[in-house]
């Protein structure tokens, strides 16, 4: 079955760090990807999406590119404010027609 | 436009009481899902109707159910509640699942079984 692994966390940066976080994925066909966000006490919101391979989602500076030659989805910014201290959760929706998640990252940045 | 409405967002039950969630999609939507997330389990998938129509269901036991509305309204029951239970129950809406479609998100309904 459909399957998605995230870079293990929790990760802590300084402000204005460059930030990467890791996301493979199996799945049968071709998946839509998908990075959600949650903050504390809070439900998922979408980040950025990418519905087929070699596009690029992109969303209050964040980015991931759909790789399908290395099945991988990874998230990058390239300065994280405080604000962006979140779990982040990379997903998928393949032939089962529901979102598979990760196990989420545990972002925290610190001023 | 309203996003992904849940009810209750914070509720509390006695082992072996039946519960019942509510969620309202976003005003055009047909397909609703449930999901459940947990510490230990992460986010796991329940259900998904689709004009009142179950269409796919996640790994759960039969004390996990639900139903849709012709209004596309949902509500998720889980009867004779054990500790296990305890999660962040969320409710996502689309146009339709799958297809690249982007499923949003309630804010949750968060359920202590004690």
């Known amino acids: 079955g459909d399957s998605v692994t995230q870079m293990e966390g929790p990760v802590t940066l300084s402000e204005e760090a460059f930030l990467t976080i890791n996301c493979t994925y199996t799945?049968?066909?071709?998946?839509?990807l998908f990075w959600y966000v949650q903050y504390p006490g809070e439900g998922l919101q979408l980040l950025l999406k990418a519905t087929k391979a070699d596009d690029k989602g992109s969303n209050k500076g964040f980015e991931a590119t759909y790789r399908k030659e290395t099945t991988s989805f990874h998230l990058e910014k390239g300065s994280v404010q405080v604000s962006d201290s979140a779990v982040y959760f990379c997903a998928l929706t393949g032939s089962a027609r529901q979102l598979t998640f990760g196990s989420g990252t545990q972002l925290t940045v610190l001023p | 436009k309203a996003g992904v409405t849940q009810t209750p967002r914070y509720l509390i039950k006695t082992r072996g009481q039946q519960v019942t969630l509510s969620c309202s999609p976003i005003?055009?939507?047909?397909?609703v899902s449930w999901y459940q997330q947990t510490p230990g389990q992460g986010l796991q998938f329940l259900f998904e109707y689709f004009s009142e129509t179950q269409r796919n269901k996640g790994n759960f036991p039969g004390r996990f159910s639900g139903r849709q509305f012709s209004n596309s309204r949902s509500e998720m029951n889980v009867s004779t509640l054990e500790l296990g239970d305890s999660a962040l129950y969320l409710c996502?809406?689309?146009?339709?699942?799958?297809?690249?479609?982007?499923?949003?998100f309630g804010e949750g309904s968060w359920l202590t079984v004690v």
């Open positions: 005003s055009g939507h047909r397909s």
């Open positions: 996502a809406s689309s146009l339709d699942q799958g297809a690249g479609n982007t499923i949003y």
């Open positions: 799945a049968t066909g071709y998946p839509s």
